[in-house]
């Protein structure tokens, strides 16, 4: 058990220990809001399971051209079968304090604030990272392209958006998140940086949103820390928001209580519980990199 010590906060001028109770926590959290929430509301109320059913669209054939035109015939009906993919609630992180009693009036109440927001954003950003290095339903889940740790270039990004066409993935909602060093990479692609190429594929600078970087080829580029690491560079991602559903069924959250029968504790805690699921495996694939 770790517990905050005398020792450990002796450097804090004495002050008061007062939970704030609607704290609001401030993280670079990038992914989560990218992925597919339509499902999530199912689960208000209750319940830890959302049956996603995998609507299948007709071939290019599927339709049956009448035999003879203006001459009546039977109808043949079509059979419809569709599988269902389970959105399943199983993940909870938290973060937790807990501080003796005779301690805690001595904290510096912004020390107090320090200890609950860091609480939340690891909350935050484990599910951030979960998003993304989960190699059932994360972004690691997806087929590889690209080479680790070498610059992504102009062809592997086309043929990416290849096969998000190809697979009847809509040109809205596509986005890619990439590594800081993957940036810099892609910075050396002449369309995403020369002004002359602005109308029909965008340019990288500044953007809205947290991580946002640009629009380029029909993609909307963010940027995180919280990518996962291949053998030397960062597992990186292109694809479409049907790619992966999520459900945060409950948000950060945080929690105190007073332990009396293990010695005397104020004790803090911030969780989050959610879940996330791969739903189409062609709607986006992991691009390695820097």
């Known amino acids: 058990m770790a517990d905050v010590t005398s020792t450990t906060a002796a450097t804090y001028v004495p002050t008061k220990w007062s939970v704030r109770t609607s704290v609001i926590y401030a993280a670079k959290i990038v992914i989560p809001p990218l992925l597919d929430h339509k499902w999530e509301p199912e689960l208000v109320g209750g319940g830890d399971r959302v049956n996603i059913p995998q609507f299948t669209a007709s071939a290019a054939t599927g339709a049956t051209a009448r035999s003879t035109f203006g001459t009546g015939a039977t109808i043949t009906f079509s059979a419809v079968t569709e599988a269902q993919t389970v959105l399943q609630v199983n993940t909870m992180a938290y973060r937790a304090y807990r501080i003796p009693v005779e301690i805690s009036p001595q904290l510096y109440a912004n020390y107090e604030r320090e200890l609950l927001e860091d609480a939340g954003k690891a909350c935050a950003r484990y599910q951030d990272n979960d998003c993304a290095a989960n190699n059932t339903n994360g972004f690691d889940a997806f087929t590889a392209v690209g080479t680790d740790n070498q610059d992504v270039n102009e062809d592997v990004i086309l043929d990416v958006h290849t096969v998000l066409s190809n697979a009847e993935a809509d040109a809205d909602d596509r986005y890619g998140v990439i590594s800081p060093a993957t940036y810099q990479s892609m910075c050396k692609i002449e369309a995403l940086r020369n002004s002359q190429w602005v109308a029909s594929t965008g340019s990288f600078k500044t953007g809205k949103g947290t ?28 694809g479409h928001r049907e790619a992966i559903a999520i459900a945060t069924q409950k948000k950060v959250t945080w929690v105190r209580a007073t332990n009396i029968a293990d010695g005397g504790f104020q004790e803090v805690m911030a969780y989050i519980t959610y879940g996330i699921k791969q739903v189409k495996s062609g709607f986006g694939r992991e691009l390695d990199g820097k």
Not at 212 to 235: H, Q, R, V
């Open 211 to 238: 991580g946002f970087i640009a629009s380029a080829y029909n993609t909307d580029w963010y940027m995180s820390t919280n990518l996962e690491s291949g053998t030397s560079g960062k597992k990186n991602f292109i």
